[in-house]
């Protein structure tokens, strides 16, 4: 079973090359990382041309793959990307982001035992630049109500996808430019979408100072979504919103155990640091 990765990246050198350094290590599992560049100015082109060298050509049987240019955002970039993907199983990775030790042949084995399996919702925790730990979020499992009326609460990367729903048709709306991701798991979720979820952390995300955040454009995304949704949805969101906390406090979702992970830091690729914590926060750290 082959997993494919897309990263979309656009000026993020420094932490494109930790991304890509977590995906490459992954061991016991056939890895295909795409990276969807949308024609980078600080080197990143260079050293995208450096790593597909490496690996001999870039061809589509190739580990590494990826091209260059001009797109329409984040989303046209996962669009094109996932277009070129020849994987069982699919994911997309920001350059913010990097995978753990072990995580892409633990998530092959979980799909591999479970044919009817379509989303794999992994936990993830949140980092500093630097790689120390700020909070650990347990994914619980995705009910469409829930997302529909509040908001996307499992990361998406610790999301994967069987490729056959891409091959159906998924694919992001680029009318959405920050939000595309809730929209397109709840379509999903609407045609079926068989889901699971796991505690076992997949992933972490760094807080950079450029991540996406709750923009006024964010929120006016946040409403078109809860307007598209059935009436009684509206009405009940709060009611709705209360049995989602309960899923979440009954999967444990609002407390975190010891973690015990290693990442790239900012200064050095040639070994992952492991960090060891004992007292872990689930809150959202404040963004200030």
């Not at 399996?117 to 909070?135: C, E, M, Q, R, Y």
Request: charged share 25%.
């Amino acid at each position: 079973m082959e997993i494919s990765v897309v990263t979309p990246s656009f000026n993020m050198l420094p932490y494109l090359r930790r991304c890509h350094a977590s995906v490459a290590d992954q061991q016991g599992v056939s890895v295909e990382h795409i990276i969807a560049d949308g024609g980078s100015t600080d080197g990143t082109v260079e050293q995208l041309a450096a790593w597909a060298a490496a690996t001999g050509t870039s061809s589509a049987t190739n580990a590494f793959r990826y091209f260059s240019g001009k797109d329409a955002g984040m989303y046209d970039a996962l669009n094109k990307g996932f277009a070129q993907t020849t994987g069982d199983v699919v994911a997309w990775l920001n350059c913010d982001e990097q995978y753990l030790e072990g995580t892409l042949a633990y998530v092959c084995d979980l799909f591999r035992a479970d044919p009817a399996l379509d989303i794999l919702f992994g936990s993830a925790l949140l980092v500093k630049p630097d790689g120390s730990l700020l909070a650990g979020r347990k994914a619980y499992p995705a009910r469409y109500a829930y997302i529909a009326t509040m908001n996307l609460y499992n990361l998406s990367c610790g999301m994967f996808f069987r490729r056959k729903l891409w091959d159906e048709g998924l694919k992001f709306d680029m009318s959405y430019r920050q939000l595309g991701d809730q929209d397109l798991i709840l379509r999903a979720l609407r045609s079926g979408a068989r889901t699971k979820h796991t505690t076992r952390p997949l992933s972490v995300f760094s807080f950079t100072g450029k991540n996406l955040s709750w923009s006024d454009a964010a929120m006016r995304e946040v409403d078109r979504i809860r307007s598209e949704q059935p009436t009684y949805m509206r009405v009940l969101r709060r009611p709705i919103n209360l049995l989602r906390m309960a899923s979440k406090a009954w999967h444990g979702a609002y407390g975190h155990g010891p973690v015990d992970y290693a990442v790239y830091p900012e200064d050095d690729l040639s070994v992952r640091r492991r960090f060891k914590v004992d007292n872990v926060s689930a809150s959202w750290p404040d963004e200030r």
